[in-house]
């Protein structure tokens, strides 16, 4: 009995080590995806193929039999997910997929209770994180790679602006929110518009419409693949596919493409220009060889469509998880499931919750997939850390005659390229990518040239300019009275730069204000600033807080803040340059001039080279030393171009006395002259007196200070050109304080600003802008030729009386110094010669007159001569 019962247990154990010891005879693997959709029909019979291809191969899974379940998501997130569950009943140890990236979302946090991997081949959303989803794999290019690709193609191109059409689920809203990271990186803007998932014509009628209106033509679509190319077809229905337009397509597009049959191919003709991405995928005998087997597939009815990327990565998907469930059973031997004690008694009638298992050890099985390293029909399948397939890179397609042309090629590594990506592996990053090249686009409209990719405005929705509708200087912009028209410098200004600007810029000037008073300036910025003007036209000072919020083109007009005055005026003349001193003072100035230069030829006369030589030279050389002074001093007399500025007569001398007195300011009102007085000066507001027009200005100066009127005003250099035209008592006090210039404003970025600057500088080289000035300035002379000088104040000899006395004094002392030095050398001389003549007993008589010339021709004479003369007597005399 004992041997009997130990016979049993010896069977009992050897049939339990045999039934471990033994690979499972099958193993369940899902798969969820939109059969009737681009990507479906190609996936199914690939998916298909590919498990039977490993079932047959009997180098892979030794015999277990990979057995598949598929479930329709019929292109609905909510039907998806309950596939998902259905499947997930069949205790799969891997899903291949979702197709959907909104599935995905939806059903990677039960996976990762279930610790089921979900290995995608198309769901690219770059928000379906490893951190989030643990369980999430995917074999398809992540949608951040591809909007890298998109935006370094924008930015090959020097684009800067893009409309982004995309539909509003996952896929669509996280892509684009990635494109607008890449741009963001490149200084680019994106303008985002959405349509929703069920989408018609009408719906892609009213936003192409409505994108119109923007200023961006280069437009990138990221849709789902559409066999009906419904948005192309709408853009050809509104004439938007032309050379104005550039029309970028994510890989949808060439997904769409390539599964049209030969029949189909007609409707590439919605698509001349168009430029698209395609992942690449590398050319191999093993591809070839599929897609041969693929036309059969065809020919029996397996396959309804043709082959593109998603179903080669389809394919390869599920040989990734074959490849990894061999590992796992070689590792582990069985597969076993467990139930989820939370799942436990949650029935429903269609999805029976409580018929879901764990599947044990299905991190390692997770893991084992992440380490696949295999070389596909789509090519080499590994997986990086965040668990998306290696970048292989994109083809960069262009769609020209009914045709597909590959231009180039886009990988992380060398950028754009010529040569495909594989050709570069191994190749560190080019940052610089100095070297990128694409092949010559066929664009929109059939031109090769680089369309612009914006436009400022268009006949529809023509450019909105605010003009300030002035109630005083009216020439400079201004309302024609009972007419629409709008006229003045400023206006000028403008259409001739327009006419420079190489395209057509539609616009509209619309009036900013009443016309009774003049408008706020900084008000009409902010309209700008607010999208209420495209821009504003007009007499605007470049001032700081204005450039924070809109651009500027270079000014047109130089200006700055100047102080108006009230002053004496006198009649110019060509001796004008004479006010400065009285008559008397120029007298006694010249008389001072000729004794200074007589004392300077007495005392250099005899030591200076310079100072000798023939009568004429020494006359000539005497006054031209003594009048330097007076050629230097004037020298550095300038006269103002503004007029009335040098000695005015007047208590203001400039704007710092203006400040430090306590007397009334006046400016004009919507100027940016009260800002700068009240919150860059420190005047006080009280102080400062707002007026309206030339009239007032007039009114206030003459009154005074004193009478209720202004001591001075301070406003801008042409407009008190202007005023000063009619004006002759008034003036211009001092320089200007400020420097500034008056300029177009645009909104933020605008293009236009850049190339209305261009063309203001064109029209200044070419003296446009000065005979623009002229037309409207100077029909009765120049303000600058009619301005009057001041009369100086003149000075008078009693101002220089005391410099003039110690002139004198000194001049005289040097003077006496001199000559009490010549006649004690001109006595001691004479003295030696009279005592040389009585030893030769040569003595003759000498006359006064004598003396007298021999005086002068002994001051004549050398230094050194005379010191010889002494030497010679010295000599002569007897020991």
């Known amino acids: 009995m004992a041997k009997a019962l130990l016979l049993v247990i010896f069977i009992w154990v050897l049939l339990i080590g045999f039934v471990s010891c033994q690979r499972p005879k099958f193993v369940n693997i899902g798969a969820v995806f939109t059969f009737d959709s681009v990507i479906g029909r190609a996936a199914r019979p690939a998916i298909e193929a590919a498990v039977s291809d490993i079932n047959r191969d009997t180098r892979i899974l030794n015999g277990t039999e990979l057995r598949l379940f598929t479930q329709d998501a019929k292109c609905n997130v909510f039907l998806g997910s309950i596939g998902a569950f259905q499947i997930l009943e069949k205790q799969v140890v891997a899903i291949i997929g979702p197709q959907s990236s909104g599935i995905a979302h939806m059903i990677s946090e039960i996976a990762n209770g279930l610790q089921v991997p979900l290995v995608s081949y198309a769901a690219t959303d770059p928000t ?35 409309i982004a059409i995309y539909v509003d689920d996952d896929a669509g809203r996280n892509g684009v929110a990635a494109l607008d990271d890449q741009l963001e990186k490149k200084m680019a803007k994106i303008y985002k518009m959405k349509l929703s998932v069920n989408f018609d014509e009408s719906e892609i009628m009213d936003l192409l419409k409505q994108s119109k209106l923007l200023g961006p033509r280069v437009y990138v679509v990221h849709v789902n693949p559409d066999p009906r190319l419904r948005i192309f ?56 060889s599929f897609l041969s087997r693929w036309r059969v597939m065809q020919q029996k009815g397996s396959a309804s469509s043709e082959l593109n990327t998603y179903g080669l990565q389809a394919y390869d998907t599920v040989w990734a998880v074959a490849y990894a469930i061999d590992r796992f059973i070689y590792e582990f031997r069985n597969i076993t499931f467990s139930s989820n004690d939370k799942l436990n008694g949650m029935k429903t009638s269609e999805l029976r919750l409580d018929q879901l298992k764990v599947f044990n050890n299905g991190s390692n099985l997770r ?98 300019i605010g003009v300030p509708y002035r109630a005083s200087f009216v020439d400079f912009a201004t309302k024609v009275n009972k007419s629409h028209k709008i006229e003045g410098y400023c206006i000028d200004v403008f259409l001739e730069a327009r006419k420079l600007v190489p395209y057509d810029v539609p616009y509209r000037f619309e009036l900013f204000g009443n016309g009774r008073f003049n408008p706020n300036y900084n008000e009409l910025i902010r309209m700008v600033a607010a999208d209420v003007f495209d821009a504003a036209v007009g007499d605007i000072a470049i001032v700081t807080n204005r450039t924070k919020i809109v651009d500027f083109s270079q000014p047109y ?43 300077i030829w007495v005392l250099e006369h005899r030591v200076n080279d310079d100072f000798r030589g023939p009568p004429r030279k020494q006359i000539v050389t005497m006054f031209m030393f003594s009048f330097s002074t007076l050629f230097k001093a004037n020298q550095e007399t300038t006269v103002s171009p503004l007029g009335r500025m040098v000695m005015l007569s007047s208590p203001i001398t400039g704007i710092e006395s203006l400040i430090a007195s306590n007397w009334p300011i006046g400016y004009q009102v919507g100027s940016f002259a009260y800002g700068y007085l009240s919150e860059s000066l420190y005047i006080p507001p009280s102080r400062l007196v707002s007026l309206k027009s030339p009239v007032e200005y007039e009114k206030a100066l003459r009154l005074g200070p004193n009478n209720g009127g202004v001591a001075a005003i301070v406003d801008e250099l042409p407009y008190v050109e202007l005023f000063l035209t009619n004006q002759s008592q008034f003036g211009i006090i001092g320089q200007p304080f400020t420097r500034g210039g008056w300029g177009f404003a645009f909104q933020r970025e605008s293009q236009l600003a850049v190339d209305m600057s261009t063309a203001i500088l064109k029209l200044s080289e070419t003296g446009e802008l000065q005979r623009i000035h002229e037309r409207w300035f100077c029909k009765k002379g120049c303000a600058g030729e009619k301005r009057r000088n001041s009369e100086p104040n003149r000075l008078h000899l009693i101002s220089f009386w005391g410099l003039y006395l110690l002139c004198g004094v000194f001049t005289i002392l040097a003077l006496l110094v001199f000559l009490l030095r010549v006649v004690r050398q001109f006595v001691r001389y004479k003295r030696r010669q009279m005592e040389l003549a009585s030893s030769s007993s040569n003595s003759s008589t000498t006359h006064c007159s004598q003396v007298i010339f021999h005086f002068f021709d002994f001051i004549d004479e050398r230094e050194e001569a005379i010191k010889k003369m002494f030497a010679q007597c010295e000599n002569s005399t007897p020991k």
């Open 557 to 599: 007009a130089a200006t700055g803040l100047v102080i108006v005055a009230p002053v004496r005026n006198s009649k110019s003349s060509a001796w004008v340059f004479l006010k400065p001193f009285t008559v008397e003072m120029w007298c006694v100035t010249a008389a001072s001039f000729v004794m200074i230069a007589v004392v």
């Open 128 to 162: 379906l994180s490893a951190l989030q989803f643990p369980f999430f794999l995917r074999t398809t290019q992540s949608d951040s790679n591809q909007m890298a690709a998109m935006a370094d193609l924008i930015d090959f191109y020097g684009w800067k602006q893009v």
């Open 367 to 464: 893991n084992r997939i992440l380490q696949t390293n295999f070389t596909g029909l789509s090519g080499h399948i590994q997986f990086n850390h965040d668990q998306n397939i290696e970048s292989g890179g994109y083809d960069v397609i262009n769609i020209e005659h009914m045709s597909i042309h590959i231009v180039g090629y886009w990988s992380n590594v060398s950028g754009f390229s010529l040569l495909p990506p594989e050709t570069h592996q191994g190749d560190q990053t080019n940052s610089s990518r100095v070297d990128q090249k694409l092949q010559k686009i066929t664009w929109p409209g059939g031109k090769i040239e680089r369309p612009r990719g914006w436009v400022i405005a268009d006949n529809e929705r023509p450019l909105r």
């Open 233 to 288: 077809t709408s853009v050809q229905k509104l004439q938007m596919m032309n050379d104005n337009y550039v029309w970028l397509a994510t890989d949808w597009l060439s997904t769409t493409i390539d599964s049209f049959s030969q029949m189909n191919q007609t409707s590439l003709g919605a698509l001349q220009g168009v430029v698209g991405l395609r992942q690449h995928i590398p050319e191999s005998s093993e591809k070839k």
